[in-house]
């Protein structure tokens, strides 16, 4: 039960127990800002023979990729599509920001990101920017001009962070550690970048005391926003083959237990983080498991339930803030 002199977090979080991204984009640009996924032909170091040729254990970025962006490589093209069926789906959004998502989009030099980001930007309905990309691909140049851009418009550098324990990143086979996250978003905050944390909850080794232990740490750190994605075994995997040769090596959450594991983290965070996200749906015909049958819209409306039923809420247990 919350200490007699704990805050209201219906107050603290307008009608919430913790502090959703899309009210306080509400709040801030007046109305909806949406993301525009694009797919500009990037890689990774952990796929082209820098780091590693497989991957991350659990990656296979198709299950992640509007299939419209597999069809065509223009970017102007992919954004128009985008726009379009946004505009159809989501009819009061006022703003669209150009979304590199797949794989690492600040892996390459800085003159071709460039290029790529300024054709994004160049789209008339296109106000901003959101990079997706891991901690060991953003070196100083990369965030200078990605600072310079922010002075004049949105722009979101998502970190993949996936988990905080070394252990957890060495098993995926990650190809970096914390420390080297830690530092990435350290330098990119010290240059006002807008930065949100992308954290896999459920991964092999992770346990309820590690994820723990990794909120705590991401306390401490400068992050504007989280997203939590639930570890879903997608085709084409190296953690698919795993699990088909040995489910029991792969124990996948229930949709009670991953609820329970974000709740973990929320109650270790403090109250200005936005979340952005709370679990992802991969394509029926690209998931080998779990089916949990239940759609992404419902998360919200879980995860306030289960708060309610323990009485908790985001920043609860937050010495850090
Ligand atoms: S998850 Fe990201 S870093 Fe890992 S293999 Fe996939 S694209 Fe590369």
Same mark, same amino acid.
């Given at each position: 039960?919350?200490?007699?002199?704990?805050?209201?977090?219906?107050?603290?979080?307008?009608? @919430?127990?913790?502090?959703?991204?899309?009210?306080?984009? $509400? !709040?801030? +640009?007046?109305?909806? &800002?949406?993301?525009?996924?694009?797919?500009?032909?990037?890689?990774?170091?952990?796929?082209?023979? $820098?780091?590693?040729?497989?991957?991350?254990?659990?990656?296979?970025?198709?299950?992640?990729?509007?299939?419209?962006?597999?069809?065509? !490589?223009?970017?102007?093209?992919?954004?128009?599509? #985008?726009?379009?069926?946004?505009?159809? @789906?989501?009819?009061?959004?006022?703003?669209?920001?150009?979304?590199?998502?797949?794989?690492?989009?600040?892996?390459?030099?800085?003159?071709? &990101?460039?290029?790529?980001?300024?054709?994004? %930007?160049?789209?008339?309905?296109?106000? #901003?920017?959101?990079?997706?990309?891991?901690?060991?691909?953003?070196?100083?140049?990369?965030?200078?001009?990605?600072?310079?851009?922010?002075?004049?418009?949105?722009?979101?550098?998502?970190?993949?962070?996936?988990?905080?324990?070394?252990?957890?990143?060495?098993? =995926?086979?990650?190809?970096?550690?914390?420390? =080297?996250?830690?530092?990435?978003?350290?330098?990119?905050?010290?240059? #006002?970048?807008?930065?949100?944390? +992308?954290?896999?909850?459920?991964?092999?080794?992770?346990?309820?005391?590690?994820?723990?232990?990794?909120? !705590?740490?991401?306390?401490?750190?400068?992050?504007?926003?989280?997203?939590?994605?639930?570890?879903?075994?997608?085709?084409?995997? !190296?953690?698919?083959?795993?699990?088909?040769?040995?489910?029991?090596?792969?124990?996948?959450?229930?949709?009670?237990?991953?609820?329970?594991?974000?709740?973990?983290?929320?109650?270790? /965070?403090?109250?200005?983080?936005?979340?952005?996200?709370?679990?992802?749906?991969?394509?029926?015909?690209?998931?080998?498991?779990?089916?949990?049958?239940?759609?992404?819209?419902?998360?919200?409306?879980? %995860?306030?339930?289960? /708060?309610?039923?323990?009485?908790?809420?985001?920043? @609860?247990?937050?010495?850090?803030?």
């Amino acid at each position: 039960m919350p200490p007699a002199d704990s805050p209201d977090p219906a107050e603290l979080f307008h009608g @919430r127990r913790y502090h959703a991204y899309n009210d306080w984009v $509400k !709040r801030e +640009h007046g109305g909806r &800002l949406q993301k525009v996924s694009i797919d500009a032909g990037f890689t990774c170091p952990n796929r082209d023979g $820098k780091l590693g040729i497989g991957g991350c254990t659990f990656c296979n970025n198709d299950g992640f990729t509007p299939s419209y962006l597999r069809e065509q !490589r223009d970017i102007g093209r992919q954004i128009e599509t #985008g726009i379009a069926f946004m505009r159809r @789906r989501y009819p009061q959004t006022q703003s669209f920001l150009a979304y590199f998502q797949s794989y690492s989009n600040t892996y390459g030099e800085l003159a071709r &990101l460039q290029a790529l980001y300024e054709t994004a %930007l160049a789209h008339p309905d296109i106000s #901003g920017l959101v990079v997706g990309t891991r901690p060991d691909c953003l070196p100083d140049d990369i965030l200078d001009y990605l600072a310079t851009l922010s002075r004049h418009m949105p722009v979101e550098l998502e970190i993949g962070i996936e988990s905080c324990s070394d252990a957890v990143l060495r098993e =995926c086979l990650r190809g970096h550690d914390f420390a =080297c996250t830690q530092d990435a978003i350290r330098r990119a905050a010290q240059r #006002g970048l807008f930065i949100t944390g +992308h954290l896999l909850l459920g991964l092999p080794l992770e346990t309820k005391e590690s994820l723990i232990a990794g909120a !705590r740490a991401l306390a401490r750190l400068p992050l504007d926003a989280m997203k939590f994605h639930q570890l879903q075994i997608i085709r084409g995997t !190296r953690l698919a083959n795993q699990y088909r040769a040995d489910p029991a090596s792969v124990p996948l959450l229930s949709p009670e237990a991953y609820i329970d594991a974000v709740i973990d983290v929320l109650e270790h /965070l403090p109250a200005n983080i936005k979340i952005q996200r709370l679990g992802s749906e991969v394509p029926p015909a690209q998931r080998v498991s779990p089916d949990w049958g239940i759609r992404l819209s419902r998360f919200p409306e879980m %995860l306030e339930a289960r /708060l309610q039923a323990r009485q908790t809420w985001q920043g @609860r247990l937050c010495t850090d803030a």
